[in-house]
């Protein structure tokens, strides 16, 4: 079993830059390919980015290329968005997500998810 614990949201305002975290604990972090994904009111989760186990592959839904970055602290056990440039439209509850295949940008591929985080985006 792995527990994922969010943390970082809040309201911004546009064009602000928030870094959001995922703590793991549980099962050897390493073992994990690591996914962030977000949900808005009335809309289906969608995926965010996604990070390998090594921190050496990375992967980005189009609308945050250039803005977010995912990385990973082995050392520590964290999985953390950086999210730049904010828009209106990134208002979401953001989840961190865990699975030992390889990472993927399919929500249903996941094991194991976080409780999530909410940002609010203000114009």
Avoid at 82 to 103: F, G, H, M, W
Avoid at 105 to 113: G, R, V
């Amino acid at each position: 079993q792995v527990r994922l614990d969010e943390c970082g949201g809040g309201l911004v305002q546009a064009g602000g830059s928030p870094r959001l975290s995922c703590a793991a604990s549980g099962r050897t972090f390493l073992n994990y390919n690591m996914g962030w994904f977000r949900q808005a009111p009335g809309k289906e989760r969608e995926f965010v980015a996604a990070i390998s186990w090594s921190g050496t592959s990375t992967s980005y839904e189009d609308s945050v290329k250039g803005r977010f970055t995912i990385s990973r602290d082995n050392a520590k056990n964290t999985v953390s968005l950086q999210n730049n440039s904010l828009k209106p439209e990134d208002t979401a509850v953001y989840y961190c997500a865990a699975r030992i295949r390889r990472a993927s940008s399919h929500s249903t591929d996941y094991d194991y998810w976080g409780q999530g985080t909410q940002v609010t985006v203000s114009s």
